[in-house]
């Protein structure tokens, strides 16, 4: 009988732990991460955008916007930093998904430029599914191709539907730029009936259908729009064609006005100088307006199929009685995108099908520049148009007394992993992928920024993109681009156009910068290796 009692008390016991770490791991909220694809700063309507973005805009409303969250400056390094919470060239994403020309730059660094996910960093998918989560992933992956190894199912992803390369048509993805199901390339879809941004919404939908059980899960949704190439349908495209003609001057200005209306930026905030390559508006020959007018229009329709479609999750999420225990966060790879283009646009690939929008692939350095309202730079440059972006944190059970408010404090990506581990109560590896050491953790949670307008925050912050260099200590950013040989300082709080090149009269704090860069350089192996200031 006492062996009988011991036995009866242990099954119960055994089961009393299973129903609490249930009900613990159904307690922990659900964790939607979407990111568009070279977005401006202020293509959004809760940013400053004209373009109509109800949705995205009532999740601001009822959340917390960033308006100094930086991303890494070009698409697959800020995936890779995204969703490691390391710097990119530590998970060997240093430069894109091929390694950078002429081998002998990085020679006993190979690791930083390997050009896909390497096996000592770990995702937020691997991470996140030891601590109970189902994994999902929908959209551009753009973090290793060449084979199955390096795609979603082998890095945590329990799930995935979407583009594993960089760019793809929207309506015809093919070929090596086709569409992968699971570990499975799909042939081309029905160009008549098929839209990038609608499929990846609904099979992100479908994966949260098909759930069965009720443990929390993971979604990382990533839309290749509004990157290249102008691709949009047709009724969208109508509802803004016609809007841009009065050009990219005037849609400038009164972004800015907005802005400021909005409170994103004080009323001392000043727009940074047209871009010399881009004439005044008033030079535009008529006909050539009709034409970037329409390209514009393209491109503002690609920004609102994404914030229709974001709709379409959200009412889902509240369908299945998720979404006020759901933290959805929203975000830009980058800044909009001028490189190599013209001030009205490039011709388009030959694998790109279905619509050539006026013998463009792109709306051009005119539009890119309106993008990034109202800061200097574009994608790859780590001027504050290349690595600013909207974040928008949405969570109704836990942003309450943030919620509607401006968060002003400077974060950037590695803060989203320790802010996704501490919410979930995961447990961040010392080692994985068979024993290899992974590398520690140097973001700062944001969580403390849900509850308080201010929180912890980096003493320094460190970027690094083909050979365009960044630190930032408080106000003062430091920079030394591709094509200069000395550092230039910002005072971003009084200047965050970058207008004021304050070096010289600071060359002690620009030694200091220097010095505290080429430290964190070494350490990540981070290119270029020549010291200097």
Aim: a negative charge; aromatic letters at 12%; charged letters at 25%.
């Amino acid at each position: 009988m006492k062996i009988i009692l011991v036995g009866l008390a242990a099954i119960l016991l055994v089961s009393c732990n299973k129903q609490h770490q249930k009900n613990s791991t159904q307690n922990r909220p659900n964790i939607v991460l979407i990111m568009v694809d070279d977005m401006g700063y202020s293509d959004i309507g809760c940013y400053g955008s004209e373009i109509p973005t109800p949705h995205i805009d009532e999740l601001a409303e009822n959340g917390l916007r960033f308006t100094q969250f930086y991303n890494t400056t070009r698409c697959c390094p800020t995936r890779a930093s995204l969703l490691t919470g390391l710097h990119p060239h530590q998970t060997g994403i240093g430069h894109m998904t091929n390694p950078p020309p002429k081998p002998n730059r990085y020679e006993g660094w190979e690791e930083s430029y390997k050009g896909y996910l390497n096996q000592n960093c770990v995702t937020l998918a691997e991470v996140l599914k030891e601590a109970g989560y189902h994994t999902y992933m929908t959209g551009k992956w753009h973090l290793g191709y060449h084979d199955e190894s390096r795609w979603p199912l082998q890095r945590g992803f329990e799930k995935y539907y979407g583009c594993i390369p960089g760019a793809c048509s929207y309506f015809w993805p093919n070929g090596a730029r086709g569409l992968t199901f699971m570990n499975e390339k799909l042939p081309p879809p029905d160009s008549t009936k098929y839209y990038t941004t609608d499929a990846f919404t609904d099979y992100a939908i479908q994966f949260i259908e098909e759930q069965e059980d009720e443990n929390p899960f993971f979604l990382y949704l990533a839309y290749n729009a509004p990157h290249w190439p102008l691709h949009a349908k047709e009724e969208d495209v109508e509802k803004f064609v016609g809007k841009y003609m009065h050009g990219w001057d005037e849609v400038r200005k009164k972004r800015l006005q907005k802005q400021i209306e909005i409170g994103l930026f004080g009323t001392e905030m000043q727009l940074s100088e047209r871009d010399k390559r881009v004439r005044p508006w008033k030079e535009v020959a008529d006909s050539q307006k009709v034409l970037v007018d329409y390209r514009m229009a393209v491109y503002a329709a690609q920004v609102y199929s994404v914030d229709y479609n974001i709709g379409k999750l959200v009412d889902k999420l509240k369908a299945e009685g998720k979404f006020d225990n759901t933290l959805i966060l929203f975000l830009s790879d980058n800044g909009g995108c001028a490189e190599m283009y013209d001030e009205f646009g490039t011709k388009p690939q030959s694998w790109i099908n279905k619509a050539d929008y006026g013998g463009a692939v792109s709306y051009g350095i005119g539009w890119a520049n309106v993008s990034n309202t109202p800061f200097y730079e574009y994608k790859v440059r780590t001027h504050e148009g290349g690595i600013s972006t909207p974040l928008i944190a949405h969570w109704p059970e836990k942003i309450q007394k943030q919620s509607g408010k401006f968060n002003r404090q400077p974060s950037y990506l590695i803060d989203i992993a320790p802010t996704l581990y501490e919410i979930a109560g995961a447990e961040y590896p010392k080692t994985y992928h068979n024993g290899n050491s992974v590398p520690e953790l140097e973001g700062l949670s944001l969580t403390d920024r849900f509850e308080n307008e201010t929180g912890k925050v980096h003493n320094y912050m460190y970027w690094e993109h083909q050979n365009n260099s960044v630190i930032r200590k408080g106000d003062w950013k430091a920079l030394k681009t591709v094509d200069k040989k000395h550092w230039e300082l910002y005072n971003i709080k009084e200047d965050r156009i970058e207008s004021k090149n304050l070096a010289a009269e600071h060359p002690e704090l620009v030694q200091e910068l220097n010095d505290k860069w080429y430290e964190w350089a070494m350490n990540k192996k981070v290119l270029p290796k020549k010291k200097g200031n």
